[in-house]
């Protein structure tokens, strides 16, 4: 074998696992994503339960007073003794998002008549993106996701969840037994959610329930997070996820 053969060689990465197609190398990560659908507001997930994700506000516990802080605290604890199910509390940080703003001011920036205006202009745009880019600002967002899980009429052992784990895949007969669960889980999952607004809004917190869009930009930045920085999510591509949506309803 020539010099040249054996450089070539050398440089092509060997797959550790042998005979896959070259799609399902693409496309492995994937498979071990437990979310199979996101429609209705909804995330569903490959075994058939369904989640809600409602973003909060915040209360600044350590400004409060000793009494204050007591009452949120039972508040809080009243809160968590009225809900007969599991919900799971989520505090995200991620790096500060301005690039509709830095966007705006390139905006008002061109339409300056104004040569000094015009300058200043371009002069506080590039100030605010040196400062998010060397200060590394985070910024902080808190979410409940709340669960509606699918009826299941025999218990599953160790075994049968670890093939499941091993054997990911998600599959036609999957597909139609979650489209024919959504609508009932998704009426008990509504009640869920009112019975979670209300517990909060006597913590005095404001909640609102993530829409299709809001759920795939989450999970689109959650799992790629540098990625999500570079390569927004086009609004059209997401308008045609609906519309595929509404069509396979019909």
Do not use: C
Not at 1 to 10: G, H, L, P, R
Not at 142 to 169: E, M, N, Q, S, W
Request: zero cysteines.
């Amino acid at each position: 074998m020539s010099d040249e053969k054996k450089k070539t060689t050398e440089k092509q990465p060997k797959d550790t696992v042998k005979g896959r197609p070259a799609q399902q190398k693409s496309n492995a990560t994937q498979r071990f994503i437990p979310i199979a659908e996101i429609h209705d507001d909804t995330v569903v997930l490959k075994n058939g339960g369904i989640r809600a994700v409602l973003q909060t506000t915040s209360v600044n516990f350590n400004l409060k007073s000793e009494e204050e802080q007591n009452a949120l605290i039972y508040g809080y604890q009243s809160f968590l003794n009225s809900l007969d199910f599991p919900v799971q509390i989520l505090v995200r940080s991620k790096k500060l998002d301005i690039d509709n703003y830095i966007n705006h001011l390139g905006t008002l920036k061109e339409e300056q008549e104004n040569p000094l205006l015009k300058a200043q202009t371009a002069e506080y745009q590039e100030y605010i993106e040196k400062l998010i880019e060397y200060a590394d600002i985070m910024e902080k967002k808190f979410y409940v996701i709340v669960p509606v899980d699918a009826p299941t009429g025999t218990k599953i052992g160790f075994i049968d969840r670890f093939l499941a784990h091993i054997r990911p895949d998600d599959s036609l007969s999957k597909l139609r037994s979650r489209r024919k669960m959504f609508k009932d889980l998704r009426k008990k999952l509504t009640q869920r959610i009112n019975q979670v607004e209300q517990g909060l809004m006597s913590l005095n917190l404001r909640t609102k329930e993530l829409k299709t869009k809001e759920l795939i930009e989450l999970f689109y930045q959650s799992y790629n997070p540098i990625t999500s920085r570079y390569q927004k999510i086009d609004q059209v591509e997401l308008a045609n996820l609906e519309d595929i949506e509404s069509e396979k309803e019909k």
